[in-house]
C-alpha cells in the first residue's frame, strides 16, 4: 500500500473513531446525567441503546442511498447529522429531549459502514482490502479508548454538557477536510497517475473475468437459507458483550470499583485502545495462515469458533478481585471479538457464490449485530436493578459467544448459492 492510499485509510480510520467516540460519550458521563435527571439503571439502559433502535432499521436503505449517491456524499450527510445529534444532546434539558437526540445520532451513524465499504471497493486493489477494512474497524475501538480519555477529562473539568458539545464539533472538523480533499480515485488531482491506474485495474480482481453475471437474489430467498443465519446469529453472540462494555463499563468501574469518572474513563480506554493494536494484528495473522485452501477445507469457520470460545473468558470478571486483572481479561476479549468478527464478515465472501448476493447477506449480518446489540445496554440496566450487581450480566455476555461458535460450527457449513442456480437445477 503507498503514503497516497495510506490517506484513505486514515480518513475511515479517524470517521471510525469519531463514530465509537461519540456513542461512548454518553457510556462515560451517566453517572453525572443519571444524577441531574434521577435516572434508574434501567431508564439508562435505554437511553444507552436508543442510538441502536434507528441505526439497525436504517442499515438497508442506507445502503441503497450509497450505491445511488456513493460514499462520499452519504459519509458527509450522515457525519453532519449525528455530529449535530452530538452537540444538541449537550443541551438536553431532560432525559426525553437526549432520547431524541440519540435516536437521531443513530441515524447518521447508519452511514459509516456501507458509505465507507464502498470506498474501500473503489479505492484499494482487492490484495490490500484486508488490511484496510482492519484498519478502519480498529476505529471502532480506538474511538472509545480515545474518547473515554478525552470526555472523562472534558466532563470533570467542565461537565458532561461540554463533553458532548466538544465531541460532536470534532465531527465538522472531519467534514471540512473530507469535502477538501477526498473524492473518487478517477477524480482526484492528488493521486499520481501509475498509483491511478493500478487502482482502477486492479479493485475489482479477478471476479469481473472469472464470474459470470447472475441476477442477484431475493432477500426472501436469502432469508430462508441456513448459512445466513448463522452468520446473522454468530454476529449477535459476539457483538452483545461488545456493546455491553460500549456502553456500560465506565458505570461498572464507578459503581462497582469506586472509581471517580476520570479514573473510570482512563480505565475504559486501555481494554478498547489494547483491542484496537491486537485486533489488527490478529487480521493480520488470518490472512497468512488462512491460505485459499484452508478456507475451502473451513478452517476460518474453525479459527472463528475459537476465537469467540475466547471471547466467553468475560466470565471471569465477577470472580476476579484484582482490577488490574479485569482489564487485563477485557483487552482480550475484545481484542478476540474484534477479531472474530472481521472473520464473520470474511466468511460472508466465502459463502455467498453470487456477487450480487454479498450487500444483502452482509446487510443482514450487521443487522444481526446491532440488533443484539441494542438489547445488550436494555438488559445489562435490568440485571443491575433487579439483583444490585453486575455480575450476571457478565454471565449473560460470556455465555453468548459460546452459543455462537456453536452456531459458526452446525450453522455456516452450506454455501450460499444464487436462486437461479436451484431453479437451473
Known amino acids: 500500500m503507498t503514503f497516497r492510499r495510506g ?5 475511515l480510520f479517524t470517521l471510525t473513531s469519531i463514530n465509537y467516540a461519540d456513542r461512548v460519550a454518553l457510556s462515560v458521563a451517566a453517572k453525572p446525567i443519571s444524577a441531574e435527571f434521577g435516572l434508574s439503571n434501567t431508564q439508562m439502559g435505554y437511553l444507552l441503546s436508543s442510538f441502536l433502535w434507528f441505526y439497525v432499521l436504517c442499515l438497508i436503505p442506507v445502503g441503497l442511498l450509497v450505491d445511488r449517491f456513493g460514499g462520499k456524499i452519504v459519509n458527509s450527510c450522515g457525519i453532519a447529522l449525528w455530529s449535530a445529534a452530538t452537540i444538541l444532546t449537550g443541551f438536553a434539558p431532560n432525559w426525553l429531549f437526549m432520547l431524541g437526540t440519540r435516536v437521531v445520532m443513530g441515524v447518521g ?5 456501507p458509505a465507507s465499504n464502498r470506498i474501500i471497493r473503489e479505492w484499494f486493489p482487492a490484495s490490500e482490502r484486508g488490511f484496510a477494512n482492519a484498519i478502519f474497524g480498529a476505529g471502532s475501538a480506538a474511538g472509545p479508548a480515545i474518547g473515554a480519555i478525552a470526555i472523562s477529562w472534558i466532563t470533570a473539568t467542565w461537565g458532561w454538557r461540554t463533553g458532548f458539545i466538544s465531541a460532536g464539533s470534532v465531527g465538522f472538523i472531519w467534514l471540512a477536510f473530507w469535502f477538501l480533499f477526498f473524492d473518487k480515485p478517477e477524480r482526484v488531482r492528488w493521486l499520481g497517475t501509475a498509483e491511478r491506474d493500478k487502482i482502477l485495474a486492479e479493485r475489482d480482481g479477478q471476479t469481473v473475468v472469472e464470474q459470470a453475471e447472475q441476477p442477484a437474489s431475493s432477500l426472501f430467498y436469502l432469508l430462508r437459507q441456513r448459512s445466513v443465519w448463522g452468520l446473522f446469529l454468530t454476529q449477535g453472540c459476539e457483538v452483545y458483550g461488545g456493546y455491553m462494555l460500549l456502553t456500560w463499563l465506565p458505570s461498572y468501574l464507578q459503581q462497582a470499583k469506586g472509581l471517580s469518572v476520570m479514573n473510570a474513563g482512563l480505565l475504559t480506554a486501555v481494554p478498547f485502545g489494547v483491542a484496537s493494536v491486537i485486533a489488527v494484528g490478529l487480521g493480520k495473522l488470518s490472512d497468512r495462515v488462512l491460505t485459499r485452501e484452508k478456507v475451502y477445507s473451513g478452517a476460518r469457520r474453525t479459527t472463528l469458533a475459537i476465537m469467540l470460545a475466547g471471547v466467553s473468558a468475560i466470565l471471569l470478571v465477577p470472580v476476579l478481585d484484582q482490577l488490574w486483572m479485569i482489564i487485563v481479561v477485557l483487552a482480550g476479549v475484545r481484542a478476540l471479538g474484534l477479531a472474530g468478527s472481521a472473520l464473520n464478515f470474511a466468511l460472508v ?14 446487510a443482514t449480518t450487521v443487522v444481526g449485530g446491532n440488533t443484539f446489540g441494542l438489547m445488550a445496554p436494555i438488559v445489562t440496566g435490568y440485571v443491575v436493578d433487579l439483583t444490585g ?5 457478565f454471565i449473560v455476555a460470556g455465555v453468548l459467544p459460546l452459543i455462537g461458535a456453536v452456531a459458526t460450527m452446525i450453522m455456516t457449513r452450506k454455501p450460499i448459492v444464487p436462486e437461479t442456480a436451484l431453479r437451473m437445477g
Open 7 to 11: 490517506w484513505i485509510c486514515l480518513f
Open 389 to 393: 450487581s453486575f455480575d450476571r450480566a
Open 349 to 362: 465472501t466465502d459463502l455467498v457464490r453470487n456477487r450480487a448476493d454479498i450487500g444483502k447477506v452482509t
Open 109 to 113: 451513524e447508519s452511514t459509516s459502514w
